[in-house]
């Protein structure tokens, strides 16, 4: 899986970046994006940390498995987060928004890479590549290359889809305390029948994002 990133090496870049988002189709909650940086410095050759656990799309592997890879990937990657809530997301649309939490998740984890090796984000921009899941219109001065499913092709958007899973869960799991009729811990705010049933009972919270069917029609 680490095909993308070999070849954003060839062609000059020593700063990979992988990018991802998890929120997009719930009717509750935020949208959250991670960009991981697997190494820690700039790449003089192409090598990157060896990982004991799967790092693969979030999406095909167990709870239980992205809470363990995404603690490895905590210790050795570098990493930054975009997270837009659900008044974002009605005001501005889903994709803008999952586009301003990429963006966000990007510049936070170029900053900080910036600071632990002291070096100045002018000097390094050309240096730098972001390897981004789907066809997203980052506003972004880096080179880009959007890649298809990448979530099951690169090892650093994999990383980035594990970090954006896990976060986004964690926000909905604490959600469930505060909005205990819902159910968020057991479905982090998709559709199922027991999050129906629970909307027409109750009707939205304060998370239920109002420009979504069949949330919209709910509304009181």
């Given at each position: ?172 799991d604490w959600f469930d305390k505060v909005y205990p ?40």
């Open positions: 899986m680490l095909r993308w990133e070999k070849k954003a090496f060839l062609n000059g870049a020593s700063i990979i970046i992988g990018l991802d988002e998890a929120g997009r189709g719930p009717l509750a909650g935020p949208v959250v994006a991670a960009a991981v940086v697997l190494k820690d410095k700039p790449l003089k050759k192409f090598s990157f940390p060896r990982y004991r656990e799967r790092i693969d799309d979030s999406k095909k592997l167990l709870p239980s498995q992205r809470k363990r890879a995404y603690q490895e990937i905590y210790k050795k990657s570098i990493f930054g987060l975009g997270i837009k809530d659900n008044k974002f997301i009605d005001e501005k649309n889903i994709l803008k928004a999952a586009n301003k939490a990429m963006e966000d998740a990007a510049n936070r984890a170029i900053r900080h890479y910036c600071r632990l090796n002291k070096k100045d984000i002018k000097k390094i921009k050309n240096k730098i590549c972001l390897l981004v899941d789907g066809n997203m219109n980052l506003k972004l001065p880096y080179k880009k290359v959007c890649i298809t499913k990448g979530d099951s092709k690169s090892f650093s958007i994999a990383a980035a889809s594990i970090v954006a899973k896990v976060t986004r869960d964690s926000i909905m009729r819902y159910g968020f811990s057991r479905h982090k705010g998709y559709g199922t029948r027991f999050h129906l049933d629970a909307l027409k009972r109750h009707g939205p919270c304060q998370i239920h994002r109002k420009t979504f069917a069949p949330v919209k029609f709910l509304q009181r």
